[in-house]
């Protein structure tokens, strides 16, 4: 059994008496790494590190992680639990690989995993991920003088940068539109699109602005339908009910692909 002196350097008055797991395998402060299912070594720690907790050690890999003071190589306590709280150091599984991120949940209840270096980009955990948190880390053993409960300096500079970049909602329905592109059966289509801006999304763009700025949206290179101009004003010319709220089209005789299309882009836009 490894003695826990040599992994860290802590006061002599802290007795080494309690046998903990150490996984002599790297988890990912970068790209996600497989933990394996090596059979663990057992190193002494004192038990007011492990306070009764379920906990075991692994090893950082990679330098996502270095402005909270991990390095690759360092050996990390990490308690066994699903239950993390925003700020904390996670260990998360995504689709059976483990790595190592600031857990951060953000004003609009989004969850994300942090990096801790600029090199690599935040980690947005959606619905079609198969994510699991394997635990959250209690100290850093290589450097036990650094203290990483909280991360507010990583958390401060993500808001930061969000704020600076807030997509406006032309961004947002080209986004939209490229997740439901075989919904458009001609550049005719756009009107629906027209219409949810105008209702849903508090535009106040006139059709000809409307058309300009959907001409200028990046979308996905096969795109078989792209607005044109005048496509709009025609198309609200014939469907008289296309002038009326859109929560009032299916009482008015919108045909199924319009609201088929009508409902998609407005759960994609979350209105």
Not at 15 to 34: F, N, R
Not at 51 to 64: C, H, K
């Amino acid at each position: 059994m490894r003695n826990f002196s040599s992994i860290g350097q802590w006061p002599m008055e802290m007795v080494c008496d309690t046998p903990v797991p150490y996984y002599e395998v790297g988890v990912s402060c970068g790209l996600p790494g497989e933990m394996g299912e090596l059979p663990p070594e057992m190193v002494l720690l004192p038990s007011m590190l492990t306070r009764g907790r379920q906990v075991f050690i692994v090893n950082a890999e990679g330098d996502s992680m270095t402005g909270v003071g991990i390095y690759s190589g360092d050996a990390l306590l990490i308690e066994s639990t699903q239950r993390v709280h925003c700020g904390e150091v996670v260990m998360a599984s995504i689709d059976g690989e483990e790595l190592l991120k600031v857990y951060y949940v953000d004003d609009c209840g989004r969850h994300w995993l942090l990096p801790a270096n600029d090199k690599y980009q935040p980690c947005e955990l959606t619905a079609d991920m198969n994510v699991r948190f394997c635990g959250r880390m209690v100290c850093n053993l290589s450097a036990p003088h650094v203290s990483v409960s909280h991360c507010g300096e990583v958390i401060r500079r993500f808001k930061a940068e969000q704020e600076q970049h807030q997509p406006d909602q032309y961004e947002l329905l080209a986004k939209a539109v490229a997740q439901c592109d075989h919904l458009f059966w001609a550049s005719s289509a756009w009107a629906v699109a027209y219409g949810v801006m105008r209702d849903c999304c508090n535009g106040t763009d006139n059709m000809n602005e409307f058309e300009r700025r959907v001409q200028l949206m990046q979308l996905p290179t096969g795109f078989d339908h792209r607005c044109t101009n005048g496509t709009i004003q025609r198309t609200v010319s014939n469907h008289p009910y296309m002038r009326k709220s859109v929560d009032k089209w299916a009482a008015n005789g919108a045909a199924q692909r319009e609201l088929v299309l009508l409902q998609q882009l407005r759960e994609l836009l979350q209105v």
